[in-house]
C-alpha cells in the first residue's frame, strides 16, 4: 500500500461494528511495539538524533544527552520539544537524517505476527509519531505492509500548510505554528480517534509507552501496554510480547467462526521473536 496516500485519507473502510465482537477497532503502535527494542532501532534512532543536534543544530555536545531527555519527558518527542524551544528545521530533512540512516536490516519478516494481525476481524491501524517513510520501511521489513487498513502519522497529524494557507486560516490552531502534534498528548489521541473515525469505547490502543497507554486511557479507549508483563497505570491488559494477543485478549476472536480460531491457536507460541 502507498502509506503516503493512506497518512492523508479520511480511514472509512470497514466502520462498520464486527457483529458478535466487542471491538471495532485497533490501533498499534510502531516502533518498540511491532518488534522488540532488543533490535537496536531505538538505540540507533536516538545516536542520530544526537548526532543531528551536534552537526545540524550546532548544540554544544555535552548539552546534548540532558537535553534529549528533558525535551522528551516535556514534549512527547524530542524533535516536537527543539520546535518548542525555537529551532527552525525542515521537518522532512530532519527525518530523513534520524530514520534515513536506521539499521533497517535489523528487522526481520514476522509470519507469526502476520497470521495473528490477518485474522482479527477488527479495522487495524497504525497510530505513530514517526513520518510516513519509516513507517513504509518498517512494515515493508516485518511483512506486514497488507496488514493494517491505513497509518495515522507525524504527516497526519501535522499536514503542511496549503499553498496560499496562514497560520490563521485554521481556526482550530490556537497554538504556535511551530508546536508539533504527537503522542503524548491528550489532542494527538483524540485527533487520531477523530481521524480514524472510531468509538473509543470499541477500540483497543496497542502502546509500549507507559504515557502514551495513560492518555489514550483518559481519552477513552482500551489500551495495552506492550513490552511490559505488569500493569501501568491507565493500562488494561499487559503484554511481554506482540505476539501474546491471542492468549491475553481472546475477545478479539469472539464471533470468528471456530476454524478461524483454530488457525491463530496452531501460530508458534508466545515465546516467537523477531530475529535481529
Given at each position: 500500500?502507498?502509506?503516503?496516500?493512506?497518512?492523508?485519507?479520511?480511514?472509512v473502510?470497514?466502520?462498520?461494528?464486527?457483529?458478535?465482537?466487542?471491538?471495532?477497532?485497533?490501533?498499534?503502535?510502531?516502533?518498540?511495539?511491532?518488534?522488540?527494542?532488543?533490535?537496536?532501532?531505538?538505540?540507533?534512532?536516538?545516536?542520530?538524533?544526537?548526532?543531528?543536534?551536534?552537526?545540524?543544530?550546532h548544540?554544544?555536545?555535552?548539552?546534548?544527552?540532558?537535553?534529549c531527555?528533558?525535551?522528551?519527558?516535556?514534549?512527547?518527542?524530542?524533535?516536537?520539544?527543539?520546535?518548542?524551544?525555537?529551532y527552525?528545521?525542515?521537518?522532512?530533512?530532519?527525518?530523513?537524517?534520524v530514520?534515513?540512516?536506521?539499521?533497517?536490516e535489523?528487522?526481520?519478516?514476522?509470519?507469526?505476527?502476520?497470521?495473528?494481525?490477518?485474522?482479527?476481524?477488527?479495522?487495524?491501524?497504525?497510530?505513530?509519531?514517526?513520518?510516513?517513510?519509516?513507517?513504509?520501511?518498517?512494515?515493508s521489513?516485518?511483512?506486514?505492509?497488507?496488514?493494517?487498513?491505513?497509518?495515522?502519522?507525524?504527516?497526519?497529524?501535522?499536514?503542511p500548510?496549503?499553498?496560499?494557507?496562514?497560520?490563521?486560516?485554521?481556526?482550530?490552531?490556537?497554538?504556535?505554528?511551530?508546536r508539533?502534534?504527537?503522542?503524548?498528548?491528550?489532542?494527538?489521541?483524540?485527533?487520531?480517534?477523530?481521524?480514524?473515525?472510531?468509538?473509543?469505547?470499541?477500540?483497543?490502543?496497542?502502546?509500549?509507552?507507559?504515557?502514551?497507554?495513560?492518555?489514550?486511557?483518559?481519552?477513552g479507549l482500551?489500551?495495552?501496554?506492550?513490552?511490559?508483563?505488569v500493569?501501568?497505570?491507565?493500562?488494561?491488559?499487559?503484554?511481554?510480547?506482540?505476539?501474546?494477543?491471542?492468549?491475553?485478549?481472546?475477545?478479539?476472536?469472539?464471533?470468528?467462526?471456530?476454524?478461524?480460531?483454530?488457525?491463530?491457536l496452531?501460530?508458534?507460541?508466545?515465546?516467537?521473536?523477531?530475529?535481529?
Open positions: 500500500m502507498e502509506v503516503y496516500d493512506i497518512c492523508r485519507l479520511n480511514l473502510l470497514g466502520k462498520d461494528a464486527m457483529v458478535g465482537s466487542k471491538y471495532d477497532c485497533l490501533l498499534f503502535d510502531l516502533d518498540d511495539t511491532l518488534y522488540p527494542m532488543s533490535s537496536g532501532i531505538n538505540l540507533a534512532c536516538r545516536k542520530n538524533i544526537e548526532e543531528y543536534m551536534l552537526h545540524q543544530l548544540i554544544e555536545e555535552t548539552e546534548i544527552p540532558r537535553m531527555l528533558e525535551l522528551y519527558k516535556e514534549h512527547g518527542t524530542t524533535m516536537a520539544g527543539l520546535k518548542a524551544l525555537g527552525d528545521f525542515d521537518n522532512d530533512e530532519y527525518h530523513e537524517f530514520h534515513g540512516r536506521l539499521p533497517y535489523a528487522l526481520k519478516p514476522d509470519p507469526v505476527l502476520r497470521n495473528l494481525l490477518l485474522s482479527m476481524p477488527q479495522r487495524k491501524i497504525i497510530f505513530t509519531n514517526s513520518d510516513e517513510a519509516h513507517v513504509a520501511q518498517v512494515l521489513r516485518l511483512g506486514l505492509e497488507d496488514c493494517f487498513e491505513g497509518v495515522i502519522c507525524f504527516e497526519t497529524l501535522n499536514p500548510p496549503q499553498p496560499g494557507q496562514t497560520f490563521s486560516d485554521d481556526k482550530t490552531m490556537d497554538e504556535p505554528s511551530s508539533i502534534l504527537c503522542k503524548p498528548s491528550l489532542q494527538a489521541i483524540e485527533a487520531a480517534i477523530q481521524i480514524a473515525d472510531v468509538d473509543p469505547a470499541r477500540t483497543i490502543f496497542f502502546d509500549d509507552s507507559v504515557r502514551n497507554i495513560g492518555s489514550g486511557k483518559a481519552a482500551h489500551t495495552v501496554i506492550v513490552g511490559s508483563s500493569l501501568v497505570p491507565g493500562a488494561d491488559y499487559a503484554l511481554s510480547s506482540i505476539h501474546n494477543i491471542r492468549e491475553a485478549l481472546p475477545e478479539i476472536w469472539e464471533g470468528e467462526p471456530a476454524e478461524q480460531l483454530d488457525q491463530v496452531q501460530s508458534p507460541a508466545v515465546e516467537t521473536t523477531v530475529l535481529a
